[in-house]
């Protein structure tokens, strides 16, 4: 834990606005894959996103392994939250919707916290993945310009945030099919669904995964 109190600080005196107005953002594109009326946000750091998805589902669990930063998360009357690593965590109850946004990057072991996680949601639920993309523009001007041997190199920012890896696409799906994710779908404006996963990438943004519990 005192790895992760570490990493806390960045988020609470070194965060830059562009990161929070980035968060904002991400969950405006994925709000309208809202299902159900319980949600679970794993790993919700301060609460920027916290503070608007208590106003979307009727309960919201929220869980967090920074103490320091679950206390900086307000008390709201919908909101439960819970000091607890993923892999350690026993949910009250399953959910309807759960948000895993920029979190595998962190884990050193990221199929078997899926396998986790898959637990957490009730039948015909969504889980909904973010992660950094490996071939993000600037990632591909990086490896240009020299600063970068790869756009899978981890840089000075990377082992700031205690980054494990970047993903690509193809890296994404097969974590998702070691946790027992098999695509059944592939759709146009570079979406997929898979068995209880559907993809979205965009060259721009992280990748996102909404998986369906079937």
Request: charged letters at 25%; proline letters at 4%.
């Amino acid at each position: 834990m005192e790895s992760i109190e570490k990493l806390s600080e960045w988020y609470l005196n070194d965060q830059l606005f562009f990161d929070k107005t980035l968060q904002k953002l991400r969950y405006k594109t994925i709000r309208s894959y809202f299902k159900g009326e319980t949600c679970l946000e794993i790993a919700p750091a301060e609460g920027i996103t916290t503070s608007s998805l208590k106003d979307d589902f009727k309960t919201l669990h929220i869980i967090e392994a920074s103490l320091n930063l679950l206390k900086e998360i307000p008390n709201y009357p919908n909101v439960d939250k819970f000091h607890s690593m993923i892999e350690d965590f026993n949910p009250p109850i399953q959910y309807d919707f759960v948000l895993m946004d920029h979190i595998l990057e962190h884990i050193e072991n990221p199929i078997e916290v899926l396998k986790k996680v898959r637990t957490f949601l009730k039948p015909c639920s969504l889980l909904m993945i973010g992660v950094p993309n490996a071939r993000s523009f600037h990632r591909l001007a990086a490896v240009k310009m020299g600063f970068l041997k790869s756009i899978y190199e981890l840089n000075d920012r990377d082992a700031e945030l205690g980054h494990y890896r970047v993903y690509n696409f193809e890296s994404l799906i097969a974590d998702a099919q070691a946790a027992g994710l098999n695509v059944i779908e592939k759709r146009i404006m570079k979406q997929f669904i898979v068995r209880k996963v559907l993809i979205s990438f965009n060259f721009l943004q992280p990748h996102k995964l909404k998986i369906i519990n079937l």
